[in-house]
C-alpha cells in the first residue's frame, strides 16, 4: 500500500483529530460533576476517576509496544471501539464503583489511543521526507483540538440547559451525544487511516494472515518495550523530558478537575455549575487553540525548548491564580489565560519528545510520557481531594499551581540539546575559510 502524501496525511490527521475531540467536550466538565450529582463526595468522585490513569499507566507500555510492531491502525480500531463501551459505562453508572468501572474502561480505551495516530502521522510525513521536524502540523493538531472540544463543550452548556428529557438528568445528555459520536470517530477511523502493515507472517498455515500478525506483533512487543525503557534509561534529555509530565499533570487537576468543582461551589448547585463550566470550558479550548497556534509562530523565532519553558512556568502561575479568584468571574478569567497557556505548551513539548524518537519507538516514546502524565495524575487528584477536604477546595489548587511550576526546570537539558544543535548547524553552514593567493 503506498504511503499518503504529506498533505493528504495532514488533512486525515487533523480530521480524526476533530472526530476525536470534539465529543470529548460535551463531557469535559460533566465527567467530574455526574458522580457528585448521583451522590459520591469530592474525595469519593475523583478517587474513582483515577483508576482511569491508573489503568493507563499499567497498559501504556504494553499497547505501545504493539502499536509500533503492530501497527497503529489496528491499536486505534480498537481503541475507538472501547471508547464507546466505556461511555456506556459511564452513563448509567450509579455507585461508587460502577463509576470506578467505566473509569478503568476509559483507561484501557485511552491506553490504546495514546499516541499511535500521531505516531501514524509522523511516520507517515517522514515515509516521503525523512527527518522533517513536525512541530507546525503538530501546532495546527493542537488547534484543531482545541477549537473541537471548545465546540463539544459550548453544545455541551446547550444540552444542559436545554435539558429535553426529564426522565434524565440535565448532566446525563451530553454523555449521550458523546456515546453516538465516539462511534461516528470509529467509523473515521477505518476509512481515514492508511497504513502499510509492519509485520508480515510467515506464509501458509493458520499463522498467516491477520492472525499471524497478531501473534508475531505480541513477540516482537516486548522487545520494542524494552528498547524504549533503554532509550529513557540512556538519553538523559528523554528522562528529563517524562519527568515535566509528573508537574504539568498535578497542574491539570487544577484546571480540568477542580475548575467545575469550584464553580459550582460559588454558584450553588452542580447543574448551575455545569451550565456555566460549559460555556467556560468552550472559551478555554478556544483559547487552547489560540495558544497553539502562537506557538508555531513562537518557536521559530525562540526556539522549541525556550518556547515549552515560558509556557510551563506560566501556566503553573495561572493555576494559582485560579486558586486565589475569589468570585465566578475572576475563576473563568484566570482559567482561560491558564488553558490558553495549556495549549501553548502542548506543541512545543510534543516537538521535543520526537526529536528523541524514532520510527521504531515512536508510540512507546509517547506512551511513556502519557504513562507518566496518567500517573501523576492518578496520584495528585486524590491527593489534591484530601487537601480539599481537609483544607478548602482553593487551597488545594494553589498547592498544585505551585507545584506546577517546578516543571519548567525539567526542560533544561532539551535547552541545551537544542543549543548544542543550532551551533553544530551554523558551524556546518560556514563556508570554509579560502586561504589569500
Keep these: 500500500m503506498t504511503p499518503l502524501t504529506p498533505a493528504r496525511a495532514r488533512r486525515a490527521f487533523l480530521l480524526l483529530t476533530l472526530t476525536r475531540w470534539f465529543p470529548v467536550g460535551l463531557i469535559v466538565t460533566v465527567t467530574t460533576l455526574l458522580p457528585i450529582e448521583r451522590g459520591l463526595s469530592v474525595p469519593e468522585a475523583l478517587t474513582a476517576l483515577s483508576l482511569t490513569g491508573f489503568t493507563v499507566f499499567v497498559l501504556e507500555l504494553p499497547t505501545s509496544g504493539l502499536a509500533d510492531s503492530l501497527g497503529r491502525r489496528p491499536m486505534l480500531i480498537a481503541a475507538a471501539v472501547l471508547q464507546v463501551v466505556a461511555a456506556v459505562l459511564f452513563l448509567s453508572a450509579t455507585t461508587f464503583w460502577a463509576f470506578a468501572l467505566a473509569a478503568a474502561a476509559t483507561g484501557v480505551f485511552r491506553a490504546l489511543d495514546s499516541g499511535p495516530l500521531e505516531a501514524w502521522f509522523v511516520d507517515t510525513v517522514h515515509a516521503t521526507e525523512p527527518g522533517a521536524d513536525v512541530d507546525r502540523p503538530l501546532a495546527a493538531h493542537s488547534t484543531v483540538l482545541g477549537a473541537s472540544i471548545a465546540a463539544g463543550a459550548l453544545l455541551s452548556g446547550v444540552l444542559v440547559w436545554w435539558h429535553p428529557f426529564e426522565a434524565w438528568s440535565s448532566l446525563a445528555f451530553p454523555y449521550a451525544v458523546y456515546a453516538v459520536l465516539s462511534a461516528v470517530h470509529l467509523v473515521a477511523v477505518t476509512i481515514l487511516v492508511r497504513e502499510v502493515p509492519r509485520i508480515v507472517a510467515p506464509s501458509g498455515g493458520r499463522n498467516a494472515g491477520v492472525a499471524g500478525r497478531v501473534l508475531e506483533s505480541a513477540r516482537q512487543?516486548?522487545?520494542?518495550?524494552?528498547?524504549?525503557?533503554?532509550?529513557?534509561?540512556?538519553?538523559?534529555?528523554?528522562?528529563?523530558?517524562?519527568?515535566?509530565?509528573?508537574?504539568?499533570?498535578?497542574?491539570?487537576?487544577?484546571?480540568?478537575?477542580?475548575?467545575?468543582?469550584?464553580?459550582?461551589?460559588?454558584?450553588?448547585?452542580?447543574?448551575?455549575?455545569?451550565?456555566?463550566?460549559?460555556?467556560?470550558?468552550?472559551?478555554?479550548?478556544?483559547?487552547?487553540?489560540?495558544?497553539?497556534?502562537?506557538?508555531?509562530?513562537?518557536?521559530?523565532?525562540?526556539?522549541?525548548?525556550?518556547?515549552?519553558?515560558?509556557?510551563?512556568?506560566?501556566?503553573?502561575?495561572?493555576?494559582?491564580?485560579?486558586?486565589?479568584?475569589?468570585?465566578?468571574?475572576?475563576?473563568?478569567?484566570?482559567?482561560?489565560?491558564?488553558?490558553?497557556?495549556?495549549?501553548?505548551?502542548?506543541?512545543?513539548?510534543?516537538?521535543?519528545?520526537?526529536?528523541?524518537?524514532?520510527?521504531?519507538?515512536?508510540?512507546?516514546?509517547?506512551?511513556?510520557?502519557?504513562?507518566?502524565?496518567?500517573?501523576?495524575?492518578?496520584?495528585?487528584?486524590?491527593?489534591?481531594?484530601?487537601?480539599?477536604?481537609?483544607?478548602?477546595?482553593?487551597?488545594?489548587?494553589?498547592?498544585?499551581?505551585?507545584?506546577?511550576?517546578?516543571?519548567?526546570?525539567?526542560?533544561?537539558?532539551?535547552?541545551?540539546?537544542?543549543?548544542?544543535?543550532?551551533?553544530?548547524?551554523?558551524?556546518?553552514?560556514?563556508?570554509?575559510?579560502?586561504?589569500?593567493?
Aim: charged residues 10%.
Design 221 to 437: 512487543a516486548p522487545g520494542v518495550i524494552r528498547d524504549g525503557l533503554r532509550l529513557a534509561r540512556d538519553n538523559r534529555v528523554l528522562r528529563w523530558l517524562l519527568l515535566v509530565e509528573v508537574f504539568w499533570s498535578v497542574g491539570m487537576v487544577v484546571y480540568e478537575t477542580f475548575q467545575p468543582i469550584r464553580l459550582a461551589e460559588l454558584l450553588g448547585g452542580t447543574a448551575a455549575g455545569a451550565a456555566v463550566a460549559g460555556p467556560a470550558a468552550a472559551a478555554g479550548w478556544a483559547v487552547f487553540a489560540g495558544g497553539a497556534a502562537l506557538t508555531g509562530l513562537a518557536t521559530p523565532r525562540i526556539g522549541v525548548a525556550r518556547t515549552a519553558i515560558i509556557a510551563r512556568l506560566l501556566n503553573g502561575l495561572g493555576a494559582v491564580w485560579m486558586g486565589l479568584a475569589l468570585g465566578p468571574v475572576g475563576l473563568v478569567a484566570a482559567y482561560l489565560v491558564t488553558y490558553g497557556l495549556h495549549g501553548a505548551n502542548g506543541p512545543a513539548y510534543q516537538a521535543l519528545l520526537h526529536r528523541e524518537a524514532e520510527s521504531r519507538n515512536r508510540s512507546t516514546v509517547l506512551s511513556m510520557a502519557s504513562m507518566v502524565a496518567f500517573a501523576a495524575y492518578s496520584l495528585g487528584a486524590p491527593a489534591l481531594g484530601w487537601a480539599a477536604g481537609v483544607l478548602s477546595v482553593q487551597a488545594a489548587m494553589v498547592i498544585g499551581g505551585v507545584f506546577s511550576t517546578l516543571g519548567a526546570v525539567c526542560f533544561l537539558p532539551a535547552l541545551r540539546r537544542e543549543r548544542a544543535l543550532a551551533a553544530a548547524a551554523r558551524s556546518s553552514a560556514t563556508p570554509p575559510a579560502v586561504a589569500p593567493l
